[in-house]
């Protein structure tokens, strides 16, 4: 599976971005997705995840409410809406693919296959 991760950019504090992450292959519906984010000089964090129906979503605290996964399975997409933006949102966010299931899905290790990034940069 090769994902590629887009729709980052630079945007105001409040505002809005939709990242989109395209799978390529067949077996996308197999996979729980998940986001993950890199803020410069920290570690890689967990960000949401959601399961391979869409059936079920998790999300860290700190974008609970304002941040909404969701996936495409005909598409092969999963999306990552980020509304009411914050600095500290700032940071390099991967899309990455499981076979797991909660709550591992959380681990950065439970996931097989990881997009390249993309750049989001929230401004005061």
């Known amino acids: 599976v090769q994902l590629q991760a887009s729709g980052g950019g630079l945007v105001q504090a409040g505002g809005s971005l939709r990242l989109s992450c395209v799978a390529s292959?067949?077996?996308?519906?197999?996979?729980?997705m998940g986001w993950f984010r890199q803020a410069p000089g920290k570690e890689r964090e967990f960000v949401a995840a959601?399961?391979?129906?869409?059936?079920?979503?998790y999300y860290t605290d700190s974008v609970k409410v304002r941040f909404t996964i969701s996936r495409d399975n005909a598409k092969n997409t999963v999306y990552l809406q980020m509304n009411s933006l914050k600095p500290e949102d700032t940071a390099v966010y991967y899309c990455?693919?499981?076979?797991?299931?909660?709550?591992?899905?959380?681990?950065?290790?439970?996931?097989?296959?990881w997009g390249q990034g993309t750049q989001v940069t929230v401004s005061s």
């Open positions: 959601i399961t391979r129906s869409g059936g079920s979503t």
């Open positions: 292959g067949r077996a996308f519906s197999t996979y729980a």
């Open positions: 990455a693919a499981s076979r797991g299931v909660w709550p591992t899905l959380r681990q950065q290790v439970a996931y097989d296959y």
